[in-house]
């Protein structure tokens, strides 16, 4: 069992500027605890991501941290040319020393990726982007033809450290996003209540068993894919203490996650809970203690199969001394007791 961070890297209450200083904090308190991974959202016009562009920040923490895997979780590709983002990512693997990994999506908000111009044929895009990079990446010399990009004989000059190339990573939910996302190799996070996640686990490790020969596996890095569940969490020394303290944080957090789309007269439509009673509920949202939080953990490890948990520690209202409190108490009372 490993254990990843995740980070919407949403607008609290202090100054963007610090923010971004904090951040970095959390993340390296993250690594000295012993966490696996740091994944960073992408959003667009919104107060729930400050990191428009991922890469950007990614690459500060390369620099602030030495053992930690970081990476997006995801680039939304439509919105990429596909040069310039083969470029970035061999940047950042070379300045990460080989610690990159690379998520990739088409994007769920249509009013993010509509500000840039993209519609119906986000799918599309999504995925010839996607068959761009693997060539350019493993490539010396790209040559590719599709409906929205053509290259012919762009020389790959930059390089990733990791060979054939960093390992890729999707957010999966659907029977058609898990079959895409095992014919590639890529490791597999899931969002929503535990039923849900212990079928998309089971249901991931059929299909990946079964994309096993395909050809477009053959650049994959990853030999036995990382399958688990993106939640929030809180710890504290007691539960009043905990539930006190997120209770506004994640209000404030849901409030950032649906105000693009109440700009367009509607509610987000994903797999999350609008108060944070339901979210514990569902198994979404993990706060308590550590005892209750790592009762919580072991039940739905039990219950779902999952090899890799992404916790979103940091969000909406939480202090930084808030955020190291609750990452410390995992590290010490949880993590290595589940």
């Known amino acids: 069992m490993q254990f990843g961070l995740f980070d919407h890297l949403d607008r609290g209450v202090v100054a963007d500027s610090q923010t971004y200083k904090d951040r970095l904090r959390v993340i390296r308190t993250a690594e000295d605890a012993g966490f696996t991974g740091y994944h960073l959202a992408e959003h667009h016009m919104t107060p729930l991501g400050l990191a428009p562009s991922p890469s950007v920040f990614l690459s500060a923490v390369a620099q602030a941290t030495r053992k930690i895997r970081l990476g997006p979780l995801v680039y939304l590709l439509p919105l990429y040319h596909p040069l310039r983002l083969i470029e970035e990512i061999c940047m950042l693997d070379q300045m990460s020393d080989g610690r990159f990994d690379i998520g ?174 339901s979210g514990v509920a569902a198994g979404a949202v993990i706060v308590g203690s550590p005892e209750t939080v790592r009762a919580a953990i072991a039940k739905e490890k039990d219950a779902t199969g999952y090899n890799y948990l992404v916790l979103q520690f940091a969000f909406g209202t939480l202090t930084v001394p808030q955020v190291e409190k609750s990452l410390g108490l995992f590290a010490e009372k949880v993590m290595q007791n589940v």
């Open 104 to 277: 990739v999506g088409a994007g769920v908000s249509p009013y993010e990726v509509g500000y840039y111009g993209v519609g119906d044929d986000k799918q599309a895009l999504y995925r010839e982007t996607l068959d761009v990079l693997v060539k350019g990446l493993t490539q010396e010399r790209l040559n590719h033809h599709s409906a929205h990009h053509r290259y012919d004989n762009v020389p790959m000059i930059l390089r990733t450290l990791q060979k054939p190339m960093p390992p890729l990573w999707a957010g999966v939910g659907s029977e058609e996003g898990m079959t895409f996302a095992a014919r590639h190799g890529m490791n597999a996070i899931g969002l929503g209540p535990t039923p849900r996640i212990a079928g998309i686990v089971k249901r991931y490790t059929e299909l990946w068993s079964v994309h096993a020969g395909d050809p477009m596996r053959a650049f994959s890095s990853t030999a036995t894919p990382k399958m688990g569940a993106l939640r929030q969490i809180h710890v504290a020394d007691t539960d009043e203490q905990a539930w006190a303290e997120a209770g506004p944080a994640y209000r404030h957090w849901y409030d950032s996650l649906n105000w693009l789309w109440r700009e367009h007269g509607t509610t987000v439509s994903a797999n999350l809970a609008g108060d944070l009673k």
